[in-house]
C-alpha cells in the first residue's frame, strides 16, 4: 500500500531539527533519540516511526486529501541508512571521537535537509539504484 509523500517529508523535517540540535549541543542523548526513531522506522516502516506517528495523527488531519503518493519500501530504506549514520555518529560521541560524531550527524542531517527543504529523499534514490542493480544481476 502506497503512502503519502508528506509524511516522510515531514519526518525529514523533524528529523532536520533534531539533528541540527545536536551538532549544536553534541548531546548523544538527543542522537540516541533520533537513533531510535531511525530504527522505528526502518523495522516497521516510515509510518510507524515516532515522526510518521505523530504526523499521522497531529498533522495529516489538519491537511487536505494527499495527491501524491510513493511506495513505502524506499523510504524505509532511507530509514535505514539514516540508523547507520546516527548509530556511527553517537558511536564516535560515546567512544570520544568526536570528528566521527560529528561527521556522521552531518552526513545524515544533510540528507534530511535535501527531503525536507526539496522532497529530493537520498536514500530512497539509493534504494532505486540498488534494486537496479539486483534485478539485472539476476
Known sequence: MDIDVRGPRFGAAVTTVVLAVVLV??????????????????????????????????????????????????PRFAQAVGLVFAGVGLAGYALGVEWLGLAATGAALAAAFLNAAFGYCLGCEMYLVVRRVTVRAE
Open 25 to 74: 549541543t553534541g548531546s548523544a542523548w538527543l542522537l540516541a533519540w533520533q537513533t531510535l526513531a531511525f530504527a522505528l522506522g526502518a523495522a516497521g516502516g516510515v509510518g510507524r516511526s515516532p515522526y510518521g506517528l505523530l504526523f499521522r495523527r497531529a498533522v495529516r488531519p489538519r491537511l487536505g486529501p494527499p495527491t501524491e503518493f510513493e511506495a513505502p519500501e524506499p
